[in-house]
């Protein structure tokens, strides 16, 4: 029975995020504590993968994935999940909201809801918890009269949805990865995403360079940050989402441009996308990056290549 | 007096950073309980400006700074500081560390210090404040035995250095944004940073038009980061810190053409660089971005271009 | 009464571009002998303008005009013409096909029209005029039997046309320049062309940051044309036609940028493009360059970078 | 024995830029009239290469030579020759300069010693020549008095050298390029140049677009032409001349990138460079591109991205 890690405790967004993937069917879900954990645990092998949230978190900390991915040994990401973030205030049953006296939850899920806790129990202590889901508990055991929390967590520690979908901003989704060793790259679906992080010379124009041996192949940029390079003072590991799989021609030759165009490159992954329009993983085949050529006009360009380096001009 | 809003409680690195900026002689420093607490009172004019952490903070969402600086209405950055961060194991009088059964800290300070902690107070409970100043205050209360925080912290509440430099990984920084409603830009240094949030088009190319409008006019990239639209799937602000001012010319041309470019650019300030050969504030006079242009390089293309337009080719 | 100098002799399709430009119109129009000659007139001042070929010419050496145009003192295009080229047998009256032993033109008419010559007049001589106009005017006097030229020459010497339209690529055309010393530019039309010459330093990249300066700005490139540098070996002029005029802000912009950048650049004038969709002079007002910003653009961004200096955000 | 067409007659600057290349020895020289015979012959299998003026000609038109060369079937560049243009004025023997009453040359060599020829012939009459070979051939059969001519010519038909070095601008050169059928390419030197021609979309930002192709890889251009494609209004071949050979990675990829981006992409030849510091041919091994990637570069970014593949990252 495969073995897979996530952040934890159990009734987190992130064993919610692990649950919506098909590699959770029949395996043994691990909570562990902290994202530092659920990675040293794929990396040592006491686990064949693990789920940890990388962008727009509620409770984790996504730079210290960001941080984490980059370190030794080499990390991928398989799979991406995206997930609806919903905060119900959970309570133990017969609880009103009159009587909630202290209110506990994780603090990035208490800042995304502090509009409402400022409105509804102005007069309520807030404290903090190291997850959505450990406040949860702590409210189940009766430590505290209520929590901001997945409605995943009301279930898991039988307690009531006393009110649903309190967050300031409703419609908040985080993107969650699942990560594992280096392996056989999941199959192109034509419809995937490519993460890469790169560090280059600080100096004016790197950083243009770098994305134009993406653009001039038609590749198509979702996501770009900048990490400090731990103990090397201004510089920086640029992390990147790109539309496109490692094993399609154009962003094979881009990988391949990055590494020589870099200081260091590091692939982290081509995986099918999350969300609209994504093909079901096997359900396709290697299809087109749009943009300046697919597969196709790949594999026409090396022909006439061919034919001009043997003195053959059609 | 100045009032200066900080991200409290007192004796947290905030504080710290705000003290080390020449605004504080003589100011009212005034905590507030999260980053957005700290923006809400400039805004509101019950201070004159704020202090936030803004890039690898220890105790700070500073996903939620960004966030919140492109929020209306508008403020703008006027001075940044670095500070070393360094964690101390801090008791009361008389605490040796085989006493330390309970320890507590910020999130993100416990995460900085895990691997120390992990070896030499195996055994202790590790528990959550909401600062690491607060963690301190609770060692003082006697609610906890031993608090990370800074050693400014310390002082404040009367507490022992029991362990100094503690972080797993010596030497990180942390840069804060004194913050202020628009008014007269800092005057020019001749080593300023700019600040820009930016959004564009979802199509590819996009980013990489924007950055070619810094590049072509000899603007350095200092920092990227791109941040979700809140309620907008799949768009972003990008988040762009550059070297020069407002006030010299290739910045202002490159500002004036990501505003004719972006769908929406906001102007987060100009202020000078901390750090390693910053000129000290009022001491310098504009000088020249390195690159395409200085200030006498524009004022000399102005010059042709208006003898182009009367006729008049020299 | 305006004096004109055009490459001539009389009834070239120099004569024939100039005759068709409102300047025309009741000017003196004065034949040179060569394009040299033409510009030398000009900048003398012994007339008021030129008409030179400047692209695809069939009788003009067109690289000396670009080589002509960047010499001192400066001249400026203040119109094009563009001229269907069309090639006429052109001998006296009573002479027919058979009757030719001897055929003049141009060498350039004849690398034209050889494909004709070589299937309809396989036996007779070919022989080099230094024009087509001159090679009628042999004709007229006796000297040969056909000449290969423009109808107008048959018109100008009495001449009749035996064959019409013997080009071997019909459908050829020629822009011709109206070249005048340095003065007010002729009025944007919204549908303008710009000439500059520039010369980069000798290293990679740098004609790709010259084009970047003008795309950037959303400025097309028409033609483009390197020019070695009399006597530095290895150097170059770039000849640039681009859409837009030097009184918009997007070409002024690009201009000043260009004179930054640049080792050397040379204004060589702002004139309404011929052909297709051309307003008619004096008809239009400044219009939009297309693309990245028109001038509606340029003047919201300008008072935006105003805004953003005085420090007030609106 | 190989047998080698070049631009006629005999004694012109093209047959001394053929006899200063190896493959003219042992070779039988054929001279043609005109460059388009020359392309004609190669391309009828009549000769085995041929010689053509390519840059800053003095007899030839070269735009012909570049419009020639796209033509169909295929032809490449297999080597070029720089060859110094040296004017002379070549006379029968006994004729002083006194007695020189007519002058004859190529419109190009005119139009190069027009000033030597204005101050120190002003009463004679210049007569134009199909080529300055023929020229000096007129002269030694009495019709004129003295050719402008090379002093080869003058060895050719037993004239004197009268003045020699009379060229307004002394130190110019011309490009010869010696044409074949395609063919094994010639083995890379270290020191090689690559032509190629392209037609784009007639769109803006095309030109840059594919500039950025050969920029991204560290391929350096030495020459740039935009040719107008015959009976097509309004769009263009563009000539370009790079540092490199299609046998190295970097420009094989680059060349693949223009086969998939332009409408249509002609490959004219990789050859060793003449001039300063070529390496002499046969002599060097393929040797790296200055820039991005030497072919080390590339191996190494192609073995990494085969494990990147494969799924085993290092």
């Given at each position: 029975m495969p073995r897979l890690a996530f952040l934890g405790?159990?009734?987190?967004f992130t064993e919610q995020a692990l649950r919506s993937l098909p590699e959770s069917a029949g395996a043994e879900l691990v909570p562990c504590a902290g994202t530092p954990a659920v990675l040293a645990a794929v990396r040592t092998g006491s686990v064949d993968a693990g789920c940890v949230p990388i962008e727009n978190s509620v409770e984790g900390a996504v730079p210290a994935v960001l941080d984490g991915l980059v370190a030794?040994?080499?990390?991928?990401?398989?799979?991406?999940?995206?997930?609806?973030?919903?905060?119900a205030v959970l309570v133990r049953p017969g609880t009103a909201l009159a009587d909630?006296?202290?209110?506990?939850?994780?603090?990035?899920?208490?800042?995304?809801?502090?509009?409402?806790?400022?409105?509804?129990?102005?007069?309520?202590?807030?404290?903090?918890?190291?997850?959505?889901?450990?406040?949860?508990?702590?409210?189940?055991?009766g430590e505290f009269d209520a929590a901001v929390a997945a409605?995943?967590?009301?279930?898991?520690?039988?307690?009531?949805?006393?009110?649903?979908?309190?967050?300031?901003?409703?419609?908040?989704?985080?993107?969650?990865?699942?990560?594992?060793?280096?392996g056989p790259l999941p199959a192109p679906t034509g419809h995937d995403r490519t993460t890469i992080a790169a560090t280059t010379q600080n100096?004016?124009?790197?950083l243009l360079g770098l994305l134009t041996e993406l653009a001039v192949r038609g590749i198509d940029l979702t996501r770009i940050e900048s990490r400090p390079i731990k103990n090397r003072h201004a510089e920086y590991w640029f992390h990147l989402d790109c539309t496109g799989h490692a094993a399609e021609p154009a962003m094979g030759e881009a990988l391949a441009a990055l590494h020589r165009r870099c200081d260091f490159v590091?692939?982290?992954?081509?995986?099918?996308?999350a969300g609209n329009g994504a093909a079901q993983p096997g359900a396709g085949t290697a299809t087109p990056v749009v943009g300046v050529g697919d597969a196709a006009d790949f594999a026409a360009a090396d022909e006439w290549l061919a034919g001009v380096r043997a003195g053959s001009l059609a």
């Open positions: 405790p159990r009734a987190t030794d040994p080499p990390l991928v990401i398989v799979r991406e999940a995206v997930v609806a973030v919903r905060f909630v006296k202290t209110v506990a939850s994780h603090p990035h899920a208490i800042a995304q809801t502090r509009g409402w806790l400022a409105e509804r129990l102005p007069d309520a202590d807030v404290l903090l918890s190291t997850s959505t889901a450990e406040a949860a508990a702590q409210v189940a055991r409605p995943l967590a009301g279930e898991e520690h039988r307690l009531d949805v006393l009110v649903d979908d309190i967050a300031d901003n409703p419609g908040a989704v985080t993107r969650f990865a699942l990560v594992a060793p280096p100096r004016p124009g790197a590091r692939f982290l992954g081509s995986y099918p996308r």
